[in-house]
């Protein structure tokens, strides 16, 4: 049977991506029939721009890019939940405490991302301020902020898993994460633009089966030494470390329930860009940002969001 193609964009390889790797590579997509081309843009800003261009179908993206670009005239909307962020403050050896960032440099995918907001909030806890005692850079994926704490060009990053478990067993230390600030935040969605949702619903609808058949399958603790294998095809690391992300993200629900939008997480995730300044007050108006229907389609059923 021939399948339809789609094209997706992710911006770098972690356990954050664990439930497309398994659709990918047990054929779940290929079950809806679709054949899911995946681009890794290292970047989320490159990312973005190839979404609203037309480049990509689908991205799966910070939940804050898709609020800036649609805040900005762009055509987009979320459809579906990926995962709660599980971002790990990880440090140079001789960073012993925040105090010990001032002056420091720390790295982050885009300056103006939801992870650096994050960042920013979790670092304001400890008393320090971004300009004043620490600055951010720019330096794309959790594999290239990895590489810049490795070679000394910053000081610290938030890395996903199971880089941030790699990072700690090569000497490098961690000092808290995103979940120390904002526990219940919708983090990564899935995304695209309203006119091709609208002249391809039925790819749309399939795309979401495929996603949630794998996560559903990656859920089953039958099936981590599998789960394991399917990982360290994708992201090279340790079996103990693959091992242990996978008990760290099913025991923290790091993965949206059957990849439904957080809704109230999402509500977070305005709260924070209004207190940073990103936006300019609170919305009543969600709907704005995500359109629910192309997923109750996909899960026959409806499901009324407040």
């Given at each position: 049977m021939q399948k339809d193609v789609?094209?997706?964009?992710?911006?770098?390889?972690?356990?954050?991506?664990?439930?497309?790797?398994?659709?990918l590579d047990l054929d779940f997509f290929s079950q809806v029939g679709l054949d899911v081309k995946v681009e890794l843009t290292r970047s989320s800003s490159k990312q973005l721009q190839g979404l609203i261009s037309g480049h990509y179908d689908i991205g799966h993206q910070a939940a804050d890019h898709i609020i800036r670009a649609v805040e900005g005239g762009a055509g987009l909307f979320m459809f579906m939940g990926i995962s709660t962020p599980l971002q790990s403050l990880i440090v140079r050896p001789e960073v012993k405490s925040f105090q010990d960032l001032q002056g420091?440099?720390?790295?982050?995918?885009?300056?103006?991302s939801g992870y650096a907001l994050l960042?920013?909030?979790?670092?304001a806890r400890h008393g320090l301020q971004e300009g004043t005692d620490y600055e951010l850079v720019a330096v794309g994926g959790t594999g290239?902020?990895?590489k810049a704490i490795s070679s000394g060009e910053v000081s610290g990053a938030f890395l996903d898993g199971p880089v941030d478990l790699l990072a700690e067993t090569q000497g490098f230390r961690r000092l808290g994460s995103n979940l120390d600030y904002m526990p219940d935040?919708?983090?990564?969605?899935?995304?695209?633009?309203?006119?091709?949702a609208a002249a391809h619903e039925d790819l749309l609808v399939r795309y979401i089966r495929g996603y949630i058949m794998a996560q559903d399958w990656l859920s089953d603790n039958e099936n981590k030494n599998d789960a394991v294998r399917i990982l360290r095809r994708h992201v090279d690391v340790p079996e103990e470390i693959a091992c242990h992300t996978y008990d760290r993200y099913m025991s923290l629900h790091a993965f949206n329930p059957k990849a439904e939008l957080n809704v109230q997480g999402l509500k977070?995730?305005?709260?924070?860009?209004?207190?940073?300044?990103?936006?300019p007050e609170p919305t009543e108006d969600l709907n704005k940002y995500y359109d629910q229907s192309y997923y109750n389609l996909a899960t026959t059923k409806f499901v009324t969001l407040q």
């Open positions: 789609l094209k997706l964009a992710v911006i770098s390889q972690s356990a954050n991506s664990w439930p497309l790797y398994v659709a420091k440099k720390l790295a982050v995918d885009g300056i103006s960042l920013r909030g979790l670092l290239e902020r990895f935040y919708q983090g990564t969605v899935a995304a695209t633009r309203r006119d091709w977070k995730v305005i709260q924070v860009m209004v207190q940073t300044g990103e936006l």
